[in-house]
């Protein structure tokens, strides 16, 4: 990296402008919470990109988002004022307040969680997870505001005036997962044909529910016939699913990037297909959640910065919206 000009000029409150306006999600809240004007947000702003010499911002359809130089900047900054702040916490009061409690599935403990190894978040607290179970005595949001979760993460929506949410991902670039054994193996893409004459295997979890869910629109299709889908297995587990597709005849709908990671990074012996044109699919939406009055709200609020940093920030995809006669999957399951 080529020497900033004028380095040692740098204010490094604008840094902390910078990562609150992420951390908060736009300027207005940052500002509030800084108790500053959303004006002086702006130039501060604005500081530090002349500072740099490129935008760290772009403009979309909801709003400022960071650049490719942003999100980079923003891990480098982040990182630093962790640092900053453990030095104000002694050893007993890191080993309470730095334990966090995250509710989700095992997506959230297998896919997730492993892309922030290596960061100063995960040396300096104490996570446990759990699988959250919505039949249980108390719901997510008791959980959450009696002090019993710290963070929840899912894409089911949690709606309570105390409890806060947070997008941390978008799941999208829906694909079909085939193992060795499966006819498909040999082509690149699915056929509508095969969508409907395959038996499925399907992820379900009560915070990450069913890719194809009954309960949530993924797709329209362009044809007249709607179909049936053949399910021949359920499972909470992801790593279940995957399994039963590495050894059988059986497909699975996925997103695209968790696909990728189980072929690429876990090393399973499955294949990758494109999925009908006739089929378009939503994207699905992640949050974390956690409660105003939590009493480690900053440090959840601190994991979740992480977790949009790392997944959010690195696609520039929206949701897409639902259209006119779209089909929802509810129709396709058994």
């Known amino acids: 990296m080529r020497p900033i000009k004028n380095a040692k000029k740098i204010d490094y409150n604008l840094i902390k402008v910078f990562d609150t306006v992420i951390t908060e999600g736009n300027a207005t809240r940052a500002a509030r919470k800084l108790d500053v004007t959303p004006a002086a947000i702006s130039q501060a702003l604005l500081r530090l990109q002349n500072l740099y010499?490129?935008?760290?911002?772009?403009?979309?359809?909801?709003?400022?988002?960071?650049?490719?130089?942003?999100?980079s900047l923003h891990q480098v900054f982040r990182q630093a004022i962790?640092?900053?702040?453990?030095?104000?916490?002694?050893?007993t009061d890191a080993?309470?307040?730095?334990?966090?409690?995250?509710?989700?599935?095992?997506?959230?403990?297998?896919?997730?969680?492993?892309?922030?190894?290596?960061?100063?978040?995960?040396?300096?607290?104490?996570?446990?997870?759990?699988?959250?179970?919505k039949t249980g005595e108390y719901s997510p949001a008791s959980m959450l505001t009696h002090g019993y979760a710290d963070v929840i993460m899912g894409i089911l929506e949690i709606k309570n005036e105390m409890i806060e949410s947070y997008l941390i991902d978008n799941l999208s670039d829906f694909v079909c997962v085939c193992g060795e054994k499966s006819p498909l193996v040999g082509f690149e893409k699915?056929?509508?044909?095969?969508?409907?004459?395959?038996?499925?295997?399907?992820?379900?979890?009560?915070?990450?529910?069913?890719?194809?869910?009954?309960?949530?629109?993924?797709?329209?299709?362009?044809?007249?016939?709607?179909?049936?889908?053949?399910?021949?297995?359920?499972?909470?587990?992801l790593f279940g699913v995957i399994g039963i597709v590495e050894k059988s005849d059986m497909v699975a709908i996925l997103?695209?990037?968790?696909?990728?990671?189980?072929?690429?990074?876990?090393?399973?012996?499955?294949?990758?297909?494109?999925?009908?044109?006739?089929?378009?699919?939503?994207?699905?939406?992640?949050?974390?959640?956690?409660?105003?009055?939590?009493?480690?709200?900053?440090n959840v609020k601190k994991l979740i910065s992480t977790f949009q940093s790392t997944f959010l920030f690195s696609q520039e995809k929206q949701p897409d919206a639902l259209v006119e006669g779209s089909t929802s999957l509810c129709d396709l399951s058994v």
């Open 82 to 91: 962790e640092s900053i702040e453990s030095t104000l916490c002694d050893k």
């Open 190 to 237: 699915m056929s509508l044909y095969n969508f409907y004459a395959a038996r499925h295997a399907v992820y379900h979890s009560d915070m990450f529910s069913s890719f194809t869910a009954d309960s949530i629109d993924l797709f329209k299709s362009s044809t007249p016939y709607a179909g049936r889908r053949e399910i021949g297995y359920y499972s909470d587990s």
């Open 95 to 133: 080993q309470e307040s730095n334990e966090l409690i995250v509710l989700g599935g095992d997506i959230t403990e297998n896919y997730y969680f492993p892309a922030l190894l290596d960061t100063v978040l995960m040396n300096r607290y104490i996570i446990k997870h759990y699988a959250i179970k």
């Open 53 to 71: 010499g490129e935008e760290l911002f772009i403009r979309t359809r909801k709003g400022l988002v960071p650049s490719s130089k942003g999100k």
């Open 255 to 298: 997103p695209g990037k968790i696909a990728t990671y189980f072929r690429d990074v876990r090393r399973y012996n499955i294949k990758i297909l494109r999925m009908p044109d006739e089929m378009i699919f939503r994207t699905l939406p992640v949050y974390a959640y956690l409660a105003t009055n939590s009493t480690h709200y900053k």
